[in-house]
């Protein structure tokens, strides 16, 4: 089975500076990998996905992730945090074939950005 | 047009009661899910339906009875509510393994 881990439960950065979430996943062959974010009491938005094609994948609000097989990880950046960009961040792996998809979940880190 | 629209949004009730959750996609996508969340934050999958077929039942009491009527919706009922219940349920869909689109999720309070 697949796996995502999140190594930081919480990440404080500064306004205007750069802002890293770290996550690891297990797989047995490539996976698709995803982030997503969460605002206080709102749904969960995707910011960006890796399906195989480029490593450095591009995302909404200034967001990237490089994903290095060699090190299986698919970290999360942004050059400069934003007021705004404080939400819990989730990594996801998706896991199946055929109709049989299932998402599943890091375990979150919460970003906390201080003026 | 919401892509993912789940109600109610919120759902306060008393133990033993029984409540249902619909949710709808107008994504045309094939794949539907039930998640939840809970106090922490973290978010396992319940169920998932591939047109309108039970795929997945991840271990989920029998008091919880996913339907989904046609693809484009997939309701859920829980009977016999229990405190330990109390969470927020997220409704999503996705096509052939790509990304999931979610719903604005339910807040059921078990009082």
């Known amino acids: 089975a697949q796996s995502v881990t999140q190594l930081d439960s919480h990440v404080s950065v500064s306004e205007g500076t750069p802002v890293l979430l770290r996550c690891n996943y297990s797989?047995?062959?490539?996976?698709?990998l995803f982030w997503y974010v969460q605002h206080p009491n709102k749904g969960l938005q995707l910011l960006l996905k890796?399906?195989?094609?480029?490593?450095l994948v591009k995302g909404i609000n200034g967001f990237e992730a490089e994903f290095k097989k060699s090190e299986t990880s698919f970290h999360l950046t942004k050059p400069s945090a934003h007021m705004s960009d404080a939400a819990e961040y989730f990594c996801?792996?998706?896991?199946?074939?055929?109709?049989?998809?299932?998402?599943?979940f890091g375990t979150g880190t919460r970003l906390k950005v201080l003026a | 047009d919401t892509a993912v629209s789940q109600t109610p949004k919120y759902l306060v009730t008393q133990m033993g009661n029984d409540k249902s959750i619909k949710c709808e996609q107008n994504?045309?996508?094939?794949?539907m899910y039930w998640y939840k969340q809970d106090s922490k934050k973290f978010l396992k999958i319940m169920f998932s339906?591939?047109?309108?077929?039970?795929?997945i039942n991840e271990t989920v009491p029998n008091r919880f009875s996913p339907k989904s009527p046609d693809k484009a919706h997939l309701n859920l009922h829980i009977n016999s509510l229990e405190l330990g219940d109390s969470a927020v349920y997220f409704c999503?869909?996705?096509?052939?393994?790509?990304?999931?689109?979610f719903g604005q999720g339910t807040r059921l309070t078990v009082v």
């Open positions: 999503a869909s996705s096509q052939a393994g790509s990304e999931a689109f």
């Open positions: 797989s047995s062959y490539s996976p698709s």
């Open positions: 890796y399906t195989s094609a480029a490593t």
């Open positions: 996801v792996v998706s896991e199946g074939s055929s109709g049989t998809y299932k998402y599943i």
């Open positions: 994504l045309g996508h094939d794949t």
């Open positions: 339906y591939n047109n309108k077929e039970l795929i």
